[in-house]
T-cell receptor
Framework: EAGVAQSPRYKIIEKRQSVAFWCNPI?????LYWYQQILGQGPKLLIQFQNNGVVDDSQLPKDRFSAERLKGVDSTLKIQPAKLEDSAVYLC?????????????FGPGTRLTVL | AQTVTQSQPEMSVQEAETVTLSCTYD???????LFWYKQPPSRQMILVIRQEAYKQQNATENRFSVNFQKAAKSFSLKISDSQLGDTAMYFC????????????????FGKGTLLTVNP
């Protein structure tokens, strides 16, 4: 079974530029998550999708971050404009959303460096 | 809000020995799950073990086992016969049920413990 795919793996941009990350979840997984992991910290949830609807985006900085999951499969996360403090690893995860077994499986992440 | 605390930023162990990583959490929920995830230097987050709060029996997965103390809100991970490949950052995570009617869960992570296994 293929895992969660993410691209690119690394991205370096200057502040005020825009960047987009892509995620393809495990086939059949209805729930998709984007996490931000700042160096030395645990991941923090940015947004959660159930199929193509948003379940939780309470910690998403909506003035600069946006995300979509068209057709309930792939998802993109965009930052516009980027700030220095956005430097982090962005992790995508997915889960089957079956009651009592909602384990999340993670992709390899995208390491973003904002200069 | 839920919080997860890992009080050991770094630990080391000799190959073949046993090590225990600590985790405590704070919640008012009664139904929840606890996880240990491993993140090697390649940064792929991998599930190590999972515990359902309603189960009294501690979960085990090969060399990995947990000591779940619900009343004390403690969830430690024991790694037996440590191997060089166990070197990684280990994260404790908590998941509660978001609402009574749904199955949408949110993971809350601790800050992690960097485990180094020495030859």
């Amino acid at each position: 079974e293929a895992g969660v795919a993410q691209s690119p793996r690394y991205k370096i941009i200057e502040k005020r530029q825009s960047v987009a990350f892509w995620c393809n979840p495990i086939s059949g997984h209805a729930t998709l998550y984007w996490y931000q992991q700042i160096l030395g910290q645990g991941p923090k949830l940015l947004i959660q999708f159930q199929n193509n609807g948003v379940v939780d985006d309470s910690q998403l900085p909506k003035d600069r971050f946006s995300a979509e999951r068209l057709k309930g499969v792939d998802s993109t996360l965009k930052i516009q404009p980027a700030k220095l403090e956005d430097s982090a690893v962005y992790l995508c995860a997915s889960s089957f959303n079956r009651a009592n077994t909602d384990t999340q499986y993670f992709g390899p992440g995208t390491r973003l460096t904002v200069l | 809000a839920q919080t997860v605390t890992q009080s050991q930023p770094e630990m080391s162990v000799q190959e073949a020995e046993t090590v225990t990583l600590s985790c405590t959490y704070d919640t008012s929920e009664n139904n929840y799950y606890l996880f240990w995830y491993k993140q090697p230097p390649s940064r792929q987050m991998i599930l190590v073990i999972r515990q359902e709060a309603y189960k009294q029996q501690n979960a085990t997965e090969n060399r990995f086992s947990v000591n779940f103390q619900k009343a004390a809100k403690s969830f430690s991970l024991k790694i037996s016969d440590s191997q060089l490949g166990d070197t990684a950052m280990y994260f404790c995570a908590f998941m509660k049920q978001r609402n009574s009617g749904g199955s949408n869960y949110k993971l809350t992570f601790g800050k992690g413990t960097l485990l180094t296994v020495n030859p």
